[in-house]
């Protein structure tokens, strides 16, 4: 059985609920008229589709970098609908918490397995 990364896991959590507050920031957006209507919905339903098809790429090179990047597009859309500025704050602070955990996560899971493993085979020999 192959083993999830846990880092992988809240990553692409995080990431499919963010594109839902995106797609609801466009509502917004389209709302208070801040810009076209086709140009509103362009970005933000560009924005919110590259949010749901990220996780299928995480975990490759880069793909990280590439999540922070998302991250401050989101944060940039305050530019538009202030209270995006507190929102993709947040997700900043959610995304970098994602990605800490999640790596502490799949290292301590190395290091136990390694140890589970190595205490196996002892005992196989005894």
């Not at 846990?6 to 709302?31: D, H, I, K, P």
């Not at 008229?33 to 299928?56: E, R, Y």
């Not at 998302?70 to 609908?81: C, D, H, P, R, T």
């Amino acid at each position: 059985m192959r083993k999830k990364s846990t880092q992988r896991t809240l990553g692409s959590m995080l990431l499919a609920f963010e594109s839902f507050v995106v797609f609801f920031a466009t509502l917004v957006a389209f709302g208070l008229k801040v810009a076209d209507g086709p140009v509103v919905w362009a970005i933000g339903l560009s924005l919110a589709f590259i949010l749901i098809a990220t996780p299928a790429i995480l975990g490759r090179k880069f793909s990280y970098v590439f999540g922070w990047f998302l991250q401050l597009v989101v944060v940039a859309l305050g530019i538009w609908v202030p209270l995006m500025y507190v929102v993709g704050a947040i997700f900043v602070c959610l995304w970098a918490w994602a990605m800490i955990a999640g790596s502490t996560i799949d290292k301590a899971r190395a290091v136990f397995e390694k140890n589970l493993a190595a205490g196996q085979t002892l005992e196989e020999e005894q």
